[in-house]
């Protein structure tokens, strides 16, 4: 019997939960910026539970080898040897991630995609998330960036964003940027309305415009038709999903690819990130503590 503690840090809500033979038998949700100290949080988290095997994070940036190397929205996750660190106060493994691969892992069993080689997938929520696996395989680049597509260059774009950079796609993509919106323009509703009651506004289709254009410069560029689409902006109500969808056929190259098209849009679940921190670990992803265990 495994039992893995999966912790999925975002960048306004942190959950986290014990997963047993393929079930989550506990889960909970805390507000990140209210985490002082993240190795201690893990290690409080830890202790609360018996007889862990294994503890699975992921974080919204960028992972390389096990190392976090980069996390925006979260600048007190800037820990690079946060594994270490956990290691210390648990003598546990712990494997860490971008928390994207957590959602597309699980999204990807239980969609029953398992078996397609090719796949990319757009999670729009605080920030904008993407990951790819082509060829049966998740590419993560050789440094950690890829499908880094919340910090691609807008032409036109002078915003700054929260990476330092000038222009990122994610200024003007996400679930912070639409808040942006909704403050600047003093619309007059819940955010969870927005679509609902704003879908025609100016601004708000620009947006969604936005979101189709990055995601089919990545479809174009890489000729994948199996597209999954999630995230907590697509979640809200009346959220466009047939307009992304026509969308998104108008600037595929050919009629052919066209037809071949698949979009899957999911639930924003609260236990899919922590089914999916216990799919990476089964799945045989290691790092330098499996020597130590």
């Known amino acids: 019997m ?33 985490i002082l100290d993240f190795p201690n949080f893990v290690k409080d988290v830890f202790y609360k539970f018996k007889d862990i095997d294994s503890i699975s994070i992921g974080i919204p940036g960028v992972v390389y080898k096990n190392k976090i190397i980069s996390v925006p929205n979260v600048k007190l996750l800037e820990i690079r040897n946060l594994d270490d660190e956990i290691y210390k106060l648990t003598k546990t493994k712990c494997i860490i991630n971008r928390d994207v691969y957590l959602l597309f892992s699980n999204d990807i069993n239980r969609l029953n995609l398992s078996n397609e080689k090719n796949i990319l997938g757009f999670y729009l929520g605080t920030g904008l998330g993407n990951a790819i696996k082509m060829n049966g395989n998740i590419i ?17 774009n002078t915003k700054r964003c929260s990476c330092g950079k000038i222009g990122c796609a994610e200024t003007m993509i996400s679930g912070k940027a639409l808040t942006e919106i909704y403050d600047s323009e003093k619309l007059n509703c819940e955010f969870n309305q927005l679509f609902v009651k704003y879908s025609l506004h100016p601004k708000i289709k620009e947006f969604i415009d936005n979101f189709i254009m ?5 479809i174009n560029i890489l000729d994948i038709t199996t597209i999954i689409i999630g995230g907590g902006v697509t979640n809200m109500l009346n959220f466009p999903k047939k307009y992304i969808e026509e969308g998104l056929l108008k600037q595929l190259r050919t009629d052919n690819i066209r037809k071949q098209l698949k979009i899957y849009f999911v639930d924003d679940s609260p236990i899919s990130s922590i089914l999916g921190a216990s799919l990476i670990i089964n799945e045989g992803e290691t790092n330098e503590y499996s020597n130590r265990l």
């Open 214 to 218: 990055v995601m089919a410069i990545e």
């Open 140 to 156: 993560k680049g050789e440094h950690g960036y890829a499908a880094e597509l919340g910090h691609i260059p807008i032409i036109g």
């Open 2 to 34: 495994s039992r893995v503690l999966g912790i999925d840090i975002g960048g306004t809500f942190t959950r986290y939960g014990i997963v047993e033979n393929k079930s989550v038998i506990h889960v909970k949700k805390v507000y990140t910026k209210d």
